[in-house]
């Protein structure tokens, strides 16, 4: 849509949360000058457009998205060890905290673009705006749920202090989020024709993704899947996954057709490169060094290393390994997309040998089949150093994750100008069959899976890698949501929908493992309730003057 230029419009709407008396006060706009203003034609257009720009601030962390699961571990510099390890998550926790901030901050803008929807002079996009400002909010209202449980509903604009909020129950809060969605699909558009606006795709796509988790609480029922298939077949609309996996994340390839719902970063918007923009390609993989701004490599945190499960989950046969790390990491690492059509004459750097080309016999033949280019090569094989630790001393130990590279940051975080998908077609797959398989329609979920793994196949492998119905389990779902999905910010989410999250992170995530191997359930809290939402924040808990109960586990 243009990019959704965020001008400095956002900065007066976001809500400011320092006052003590209410964690969810906002500034006061309540001025004439900028009321009039709002009901202006432009002023309306910039207020919806930084209600899509809260957007960044919420996803500005990858914390409660990424951390403690069964994709990512604590690599040689620090996570919050509450996120990431669950026993010391307190309601103190400022990544918690932080979120939970700036979801309201995000709801409090689009509360204020829906109070001056009828208010503003007239023009044919009111309608699609206010679907569209509808379905923000209460995609922020899915987040929060899904995170907290029960959450108040503030659905007002403010313009004084509130100092009392009532927590509505989680069954309530679904009802609501599901009840603006359905609204918001009657009132967008088919196809925007601005790049990035709210589509009917998109909100079907979360319909079927709310109906899905509703699904799962107690609350929800068979019917929930019932409507999650309707929502997701309807969403993919026929449309087949042609777009090959490399391509679908190669630097500048953000306006594809199997994008639905992404963030938006054009340069023009961001004020300061050295500071501006996103962050997610800092955040996976290894530490390269200080001198990409000379050299042309990416600042990475050395936070969010892979798992060894990550690593083992894919095949010989997926091309989604090579297209999801950077397998050969040349001379100069952005030569990979500056040079895209010179890579065979290239010289490699660094060559990380999958588990299935690792033996001495296979690295040999690597080398002999271009020994000019590799015969210098620092060879790194498959091994359990890969899942890095904060007892890794070297740089480059482990591949990076290449999905979010961006050629044209500036050394630094965060630099990134691409944008962040939340929502594609591939996922919408995934969650219908999820939804089949709940429904115990295995044929159909093994359908939408195959054609994942039908655009995951390499080239040339005989039989593909269909499975069949038998095959179809949840395990075999999240396995598949990993191959597809990693570092999309969802994995939190599946593991806490799926009632899997304890299971899967003592299985394979390191650092949580470490704990149950001496005797300690690091989930368990207080009263021996399970750390399986996050707490509200202290802070919210102390200023608000109404009744608001901490979730089960936190003191």
């Given amino acids: 849509m243009k990019k959704l230029h965020i001008l400095s419009l956002l900065l007066v709407l976001l809500a400011t949360i320092t006052s003590c008396k209410d964690y969810l006060e906002e500034e006061n706009r309540s001025n004439i000058e900028s009321d009039v203003y709002y009901a202006t034609t432009e002023g309306y257009d910039k207020l919806v457009n930084a209600s899509y720009g809260t957007l960044r601030n919420v996803y500005s962390e990858p914390w409660l998205f990424a951390a403690g699961t069964d994709l990512f571990v604590e690599g040689r510099d620090p996570q919050p060890k509450g996120i990431s390890e669950y026993r010391d998550l307190t309601p103190e926790e400022a990544s918690v905290e932080n979120f939970y901030r700036n979801s309201y901050a995000a709801i409090q803008v689009c509360n204020t673009a829906l109070y001056f929807n009828d208010k503003t002079a ?16 209460a995609y922020y209202y899915f987040l929060l749920v899904q995170n907290f449980g029960g959450v108040a509903l503030v659905t007002d604009r403010f313009t004084q202090p509130q100092g009392s909020f009532k927590r509505n129950s989680a069954e309530e809060v679904y009802k609501f989020i599901l009840d603006e ?30 109906h899905l988790t509703r699904g799962y609480e107690q609350f929800g029922n068979r019917e929930d899947f019932v409507k999650a298939v309707a929502f997701a077949d309807a969403a ?35 004020q300061n490169p050295q500071t501006g923009g996103n962050n997610q390609n800092y955040w996976f993989g290894p530490y390269m060094g200080g001198q990409g701004a000379t050299q042309g490599y990416p600042q990475r945190a050395y936070r969010l290393v892979p798992t060894m499960y990550l690593f083992d989950t894919f095949t010989q046969q997926d091309a989604r390994f090579d297209a999801t790390f950077m ?28 588990k299935w080309a690792s033996s001495a016999a296979d690295i040999a033949a690597w080398r002999a089949a271009n020994p000019t280019r590799r015969n210098n090569t620092q060879v790194i094989p498959y091994s359990a150093a890969w899942e890095a630790s904060n007892s890794t001393a070297l740089d480059n130990a482990t591949p990076a994750i290449k999905k979010f590279d961006d050629p044209k940051a500036v050394f630094g975080n965060p630099t990134s100008t691409r944008d962040i998908y939340l929502a594609r077609l591939g996922e919408t797959y995934l969650i219908a069959a999820e939804a089949y398989f709940k429904m115990g329609d295995n044929n159909n979920a093994a359908l939408r899976i195959n054609e994942v793994r039908r655009r995951a196949t390499k080239p040339g492998v005989t039989g593909g890698m269909a499975i069949t119905p038998a095959d179809v389990n949840i395990n075999f779902i999240l396995d598949e949501r990993a191959r597809e999905l990693a570092g999309e910010y969802h ?28 005797g300690i359930n690091p989930f368990e809290g207080n009263g021996g309730a399970l750390k399986i939402l996050r707490p509200i924040p202290s802070r919210a808990l102390i200023l608000n003057e109404g009744e608001f109960e901490q979730n089960p586990a936190y003191r």
């Fill in 327 to 354: 397998i050969e990491y040349y001379s100069r690492y952005y030569d990979y997309y500056d040079k895209s059509n010179e890579r065979n004459s290239l010289n490699v750097r660094f060559y990380y040998a999958p």
């Fill in 491 to 518: 994995r939190w989410f599946d593991l806490k929908r799926t009632g899997t999250l304890v299971e899967r992170t003592r299985l394979y995530n390191r650092d949580v493992r470490n704990w149950f191997n001496r």
């Fill in 181 to 210: 969605m359905t609204e918001a699909l009657g009132l967008v558009q088919d196809n925007p024709s601005e790049f990035g606006r709210i589509s009917k795709r998109a909100i079907r796509h979360y319909l079927a993704k709310v």
């Fill in 122 to 137: 007239a023009s044919s996009n009111l309608a699609f705006r206010k679907g569209e400002i509808k379905f923000l909010r």
């Fill in 236 to 270: 993919i609309a026929g449309q087949a996954l042609n777009i090959s996996f490399e391509n679908l994340f190669f630097p500048g390839n953000e306006r594809n057709a199997e994008v639905l719902f992404s963030i938006q970063y054009d340069p023009a918007s961001i």
